[in-house]
């Protein structure tokens, strides 16, 4: 359990090298999510760049630090929890950031002035389906 | 070298973290602030990966796995509190 | 029915705790076997969600292919909007649209909603009976046939080879 993760091993140091390098995506991935976040006009594209441009920051670098963990495979279990993880980021991601959107649609805040179309407005003003509420 | 790459790392999370936190307290209507909190999560979990690499120690993934656990509930309780159905 | 619901319930949660705890031991198996057994049973003797998964190897070769093109397809997407937030000029185009699958069982249906959100720049917001309202962050085209030839047909072919 020493915090000495640097030890020799040319084979191992490649693969610590390509986990580092993912990591630096992942976390870079995370930086562009979050510049996103701020620079956006309103509140439907910043959940586009915010929460969904962190899945793939995110899966990139879980990997990363499964594969720089490697010297430590042996003592305890670090492979398992990491795919634990990533899948579950990958199941719960959409699930969240699709239930704030139609949130955001519930409460009527209003698109940005670049918005083009609103094909869903449309069908609620033409009757073709009724207004998204809570069931 | 590596333990430099780690660190850079770090340093790129935690601007992002503070890019999140800039949305959390500016953010016009709640489901901003919502969704900078989910930001701010999932950076949170990629820090506590990373903690665990340098101490070394598995277990610190299963306090990732419960906080991720932890905030997509509130996440949802949020948004169902907004719609109206809590 | 409800056997395999049961039984498809019962591999993942099973698969779950093999993971976790990354050993082979008899007991860990033991306890693994009986607990996955009662939660299946408790959580999924209603459920009908897993009934529409085929258990052949095609389903099983299809769900490879469609695992690797929807990568494809998050990488891309996230190359496409990462230009747009950093360019000085923010070029966004958003809008929603419509757009219609001809997917019939649920399953299908929810992996191709959750797909089409986990790739940036589109955003299921309503689907109601065929059609899906996607909040897309370019819109290219705003016509109903057009926005499903680009959004969803790349997804549609395999989900159709595996759950139809």
Redesign the interface.
């Known amino acids: 359990?020493?915090?000495?993760?640097?030890k020799e091993g040319f084979r191992m140091?490649i693969i610590?090298?390509l986990g580092?390098?993912l990591?630096?995506m992942?976390?870079?991935?995370?930086?562009?999510?979050?510049?996103?976040?701020?620079?956006?006009?309103?509140?439907?594209?910043?959940?586009?760049?915010?929460?969904?441009?962190?899945?793939?920051?995110?899966i990139l670098?879980?990997l990363?630090?499964g594969l720089?963990?490697i010297e430590?495979w042996s003592?305890?279990?670090?492979?398992?929890?990491?795919?634990?993880?990533i899948i579950?980021?990958?199941i719960?991601?959409?699930?969240?950031?699709?239930?704030?959107?139609?949130?955001?649609?519930?409460?009527k805040?209003p698109?940005?002035k670049?918005?083009?179309?609103?094909?869903?407005?449309e069908?609620i003003d033409n009757k073709?389906?009724e207004e998204?509420?809570?069931? | 070298m590596?333990?430099y790459?780690?660190l850079?790392?770090v340093v790129?999370?935690l601007?992002?973290?503070?890019?999140?936190l800039?949305?959390f307290f500016k953010g016009p209507?709640?489901?901003?602030k919502?969704?900078?909190f989910?930001?701010i999560t999932?950076?949170s979990?990629?820090l506590i990966?990373?903690m665990?690499?340098?101490?070394?120690?598995?277990?610190y993934?299963?306090v990732?796995?419960v906080y991720?656990?932890l905030s997509?509930l509130g996440?949802?309780v949020v948004?169902?509190y907004?719609?109206?159905?809590l | 029915m409800k056997i395999k619901n049961l039984s498809v319930s019962f591999v993942i949660i099973m698969a779950?705790w093999?993971?976790?705890?990354?050993?082979f031991k008899a007991e860990i198996i033991v306890v693994g076997l009986v607990l996955s057994l009662l939660l299946s049973l408790l959580f999924c003797s209603k459920c009908q969600l897993f009934s529409e998964i085929k258990l052949t190897p095609k389903a099983f070769f299809y769900t490879l292919i469609y695992i690797f093109v929807f990568l494809i397809e998050?990488?891309k997407a996230?190359i496409d909007?990462?230009k747009r937030?950093?360019s000085p000029t923010?070029p966004?185009?958003?809008?929603?649209?419509?757009v219609e699958t001809t997917l019939n069982s649920k399953m299908a249906r929810l992996i191709l909603?959750?797909s089409i959100?986990?790739?940036?720049?589109t955003?299921?917001?309503?689907i109601?009976e065929n059609?899906l309202?996607i909040?897309w962050?370019d819109?290219k085209y705003?016509d109903v046939n057009q926005a499903t030839e680009i959004l969803v047909r790349k997804f549609e072919t395999y989900l159709k080879e595996i759950y139809d």
């Open positions: 359990m020493s915090p000495d993760i640097f140091e610590q090298y580092g390098a990591l630096i992942g976390s870079l991935s995370l930086l562009i999510a979050s510049i996103g976040l701020i620079r956006m006009p309103d509140v439907y594209n910043r959940v586009q760049t915010g929460t969904k441009a962190s899945t793939l920051g995110a670098s879980f990363g630090i720089l963990s430590n003592e305890s279990n670090w492979i398992g929890r990491v795919i634990i993880l579950f980021i990958i719960t991601n959409p699930v969240s950031s699709h239930i704030l959107m139609r949130a955001a649609y519930v409460m805040i698109f940005t670049d918005t083009k179309v609103d094909k869903l407005k069908d073709v389906l998204p509420k809570d069931e | 590596i333990k790459l780690i850079i790392a790129i999370l601007m992002s973290l503070l890019g999140g800039y949305r209507s709640l489901v901003d919502v969704v900078a989910d930001s999932v950076n979990l990629v990966g990373v665990a690499l340098l101490t070394g120690r598995a277990i993934f299963d990732a796995i991720g656990l997509f996440v949802i948004a169902r907004i719609q109206g159905g | 779950a093999l993971l976790l705890n990354w050993s998050l990488i996230n909007v990462t937030i950093l923010l966004i185009n958003p809008g929603v649209v419509k909603a959750n959100t986990l790739t940036p720049g955003f299921t917001i309503e109601h059609a309202y909040h962050i819109v705003s």
